[in-house]
């Protein structure tokens, strides 16, 4: 009997706001330029720091289960903020290595956290925190209460600015939330590093033929 086929892909992250961002991200194939891909995703119980230290031992048992495996990860958090982002993905990089994971696997690190991803100029970010056609916008709000500084691409506590921005909303934070940004935000507008790193190893992985 031969044996089961591999999977495309496993991901490892931090809690279920990443995990549901990684499903809204990874429905998109047609935006990423991909073809469809069969994907496991597991939230780490010990979070950022989990990742960071024992992602090579949770993933160490499924080598053969899956062809490839993505990791990611807050740099805030994770319990080595003195390292760099490129650091960090090396040094994991290097234990998923040595558990089989040679060649086929991929850590990115949030710097500082998953939230610098939601923050673009789509409107798409006024329309699933609750701001359409309130005044001020969004932006100019921010900058008011302090979230977000003149002259600065994203705001510089992300987390921090998203809610806010809901609980003036009066909107509830949820897994969800994130989802929807992730479908709904151009994929084309996010110019962080790490996010440019996941889809470019998504589209060296499986691009659409």
């Not at 080598?63 to 650091?87: M, N, P, W």
């Not at 909107?171 to 151009?186: C, F, G, T, W």
Request: one cysteine or more; charged letters at 25%.
């Amino acid at each position: 009997m031969n044996a089961a086929k591999p999977q495309d892909l496993v991901v490892m992250v931090a809690d279920k706001d990443m995990e549901f961002t990684m499903r809204g991200i990874l429905s998109r194939q047609s935006a990423l330029g991909i073809r469809p891909v069969t994907v496991d995703i597991f939230a780490h119980p010990e979070h950022d720091p989990g990742c960071y230290l024992r992602a090579h031992t949770f993933l160490g048992s499924m080598v053969k289960k899956y062809s490839k495996a993505i990791v990611l990860f807050d740099h805030d958090g994770c319990g080595a903020e003195q390292q760099t982002r490129e650091e960090l993905e090396e040094e994991v990089e290097g234990r998923l290595a040595a558990a089989g994971w040679k060649g086929r696997s991929r850590v990115v690190v949030l710097n500082p956290e998953l939230e610098i991803w939601i923050w673009s100029d789509s409107p798409h970010v006024s329309e699933v925190l609750g701001w359409t056609s309130r005044t001020p916008t969004l932006p100019i709000w921010l900058e008011q209460k302090g979230h977000w500084h003149a002259g600065e691409a994203k705001p510089h506590a992300p987390k921090e600015a998203l809610e806010a921005a809901l609980r003036n909303a009066k909107l509830p934070r949820s897994a969800s939330r994130y989802r929807q940004l992730a479908e709904a935000v151009s994929l084309e507008r996010c110019t962080d590093p790490a996010f440019l790193k996941l889809k470019n190893t998504l589209q060296e992985w499986f691009l659409k033929q």
